[in-house]
């Protein structure tokens, strides 16, 4: 290729040698060497400029399908979260019902168990109560058998003390159960 522009451009001076004979007006061919020129020039600039060009454009391509291929996946995963909060959402009148229904069993729960322990409570504050006064009842009456006992030895004692013929008796009695 180098060698065939240099055969036209060899060729095209030698028709400007030739053309610029006379004097007259503009000839079309004054026009050869700068079209030359830019043949030339854009021919070079697009040999030269032909890959770093492509190479943007196929970058270019490349960056906008990874943007694509990105927000179609940001997409897909908000609507994932947006199925997976409407099935959070519908389910919260479901999940309401059952804590409602929860709370109710455990608050019936809890009355039947405060109302047995309040009656087992009361049950066995009874019996504490009725053992409480059976104990002193006995107690009573067995500090009362006391003071009686004594009370009828005091008053043997001193009967036995007046009465000598008495004291005879007691002392002879005693003696015989020894």
């Known amino acids: 290729m180098g060698k065939t522009l240099l055969t ?15 004097e007259g007006g503009g000839h079309i ?26 190479d943007g454009f196929t970058k270019n391509a490349k960056e906008v399908e990874e943007l694509f291929n990105h927000a179609e996946e940001r997409s897909k995963e908000a609507k994932i979260k947006f199925e997976m909060y409407q099935k959070k959402i519908s389910g919260i009148d479901s ?18 168990n405060a109302q047995k322990s309040t009656t087992e ?25 006391a003071e009686l006992i004594e009370e009828v030895l005091k008053e043997t004692k001193s009967k036995v003390g007046q009465d000598k013929d008495l004291q005879k008796k007691v002392t002879q009695s005693l003696l015989a159960k020894i």
């Open 8 to 22: 036209i451009y060899i060729l095209l001076a030698s028709f400007k040698a030739m053309a610029s004979g006379g």
């Open 29 to 54: 061919f004054d026009l050869l060497w700068p079209f030359i020129n830019f043949l030339i020039l854009f021919g070079f600039l697009a040999f030269k400029m032909r890959k770093p060009i492509s």
């Open 95 to 112: 999940e309401t019902t059952r804590i409602l229904k929860e709370a109710d069993e455990d608050s019936a729960t809890f009355k039947v």
């Open 121 to 145: 409570n009361i049950t066995r504050l009874e019996k504490e109560s009725v053992n409480k006064v059976e104990q002193e009842k006995n107690n009573m009456l067995q500090s009362l058998s």
